[in-house]
């Protein structure tokens, strides 16, 4: 029903416009009585085979919300109904930012994908926590940190300790976003020696709380080989609970949107099915090189039952999706976990 009737109304507007209106509408709908549970009813996938153990988290099933979607925190509880067994809020800052100029978000129908050059528009750490202080949910919630724009990447991991701090008390896990290619000079922080530091950084401050939470690194997919290879001995190095492969692209190969349209788009950071076989690929090679037992979240390009069941073969203990729920609608939550078999 989705795909056939309610994708078309709503790709008949700007994407950031429509994505707010859907928030402004869900957040009333929630409001009326029965409407969760009929949600629930409608897209929860409850099973024992589908619990899964890791970062020392019970996570009742293995498909998450991604990053972006929910960046401050406004509908945890509302999107918890459509049966997702985490959420992961942020890009957090320390302060508020308004991000890039608009028009940032641009659907490629084509391509099943978006664009997008956000720039971690946010209302601030502060703002979502208070969110996070009156939800009702109970589920596992990740916060995805990152620096403001106007942070020089030398004095970085000031803000990433005051976002750890104000969110410690109200999330599950954090996540190091320093691949996002939205954030001029961010990716730079990817490279060996800043990023051994970041991590470890970040990691000392959970160790110094009484209650430590894991810490993962999530990592962009156009890194090459060697600079594969480098990450991989930064995570053992430094005892990283966790990665998350892959954040969006900034290749345009293949693409079957017209060259000229997409030239026009510009830059930002392209997600959805282009992005598939490269995100698997990562995991693949991350689950190779870091041994059976290290967590990896796997995302990008997860558009249908079959590329979350390949993201786990490849060696993903859960995955995320993003660009997926809005090509295909919530249902795409029930049919991954409806297709893992015990």
Do not use: W
């Amino acid at each position: 029903m989705y795909k056939l009737f309610l994708r078309p109304i709503l790709f008949l507007v700007a994407p950031e416009v429509i994505h707010h209106f859907t928030f402004s509408f869900l957040r009333v709908v929630v409001k009326i009585p029965g409407i969760k549970s009929l949600l629930r009813s409608f897209y929860e996938t409850k099973s024992p085979h589908l619990s899964k153990t890791i970062l020392g988290i019970t996570f009742p099933n293995p498909v998450g919300l991604a990053a972006g979607f929910d960046k401050d925190a406004k509908l945890i509880d509302e999107l918890a109904a459509f049966g997702f067994g985490f959420i992961e809020i942020g890009t957090l800052t320390p302060k508020p930012q308004p991000g890039n100029d608009k028009p940032r978000l641009f659907r490629l129908p084509k391509d099943n994908a978006l664009i997008n050059r956000m720039g971690f528009n946010n209302g601030g750490v502060a703002a979502a926590v208070a969110r996070l202080k009156r939800r009702k949910s109970k589920v596992i919630v990740g916060g995805n940190i990152g620096k403001n724009k106007v942070t020089p990447n030398d004095n970085a991991f000031e803000d990433y300790n005051i976002c750890f701090e104000t969110l410690y008390p109200y999330v599950d896990y954090f996540v190091l976003n320093v691949s996002s290619p939205n954030t001029p000079g961010l990716r730079a922080l990817q490279e060996k020696e800043p990023l051994r530091k970041l991590l470890s950084d970040v990691i000392a401050l959970s160790k110094a709380k009484p209650n430590y939470k894991p810490v993962l690194l999530k990592i962009a997919p156009d890194l090459n080989e060697a600079q594969l290879n480098d990450v991989i001995d930064i995570l053992k190095e430094t005892k990283t609970d966790g990665v998350i492969a892959t954040n969006t692209t900034i290749s345009r190969a293949g693409l079957a949107t017209a060259a000229e349209e997409v030239l026009t788009i510009g830059n930002g950071g392209l997600s959805g099915k282009p992005l598939t076989t490269r995100a698997t690929e990562v995991i693949a090679y991350l689950r190779a090189h870091l041994g059976a037992d290290f967590p990896i979240i796997g995302v990008g390009g997860i558009m249908s039952a079959q590329d979350a069941l390949e993201k786990l073969k490849a060696g993903a203990d859960l995955v995320q999706i993003y660009t997926g729920f809005i090509y295909e609608g919530p249902g795409l939550v029930k049919a991954i976990n409806s297709s893992i078999q015990p």
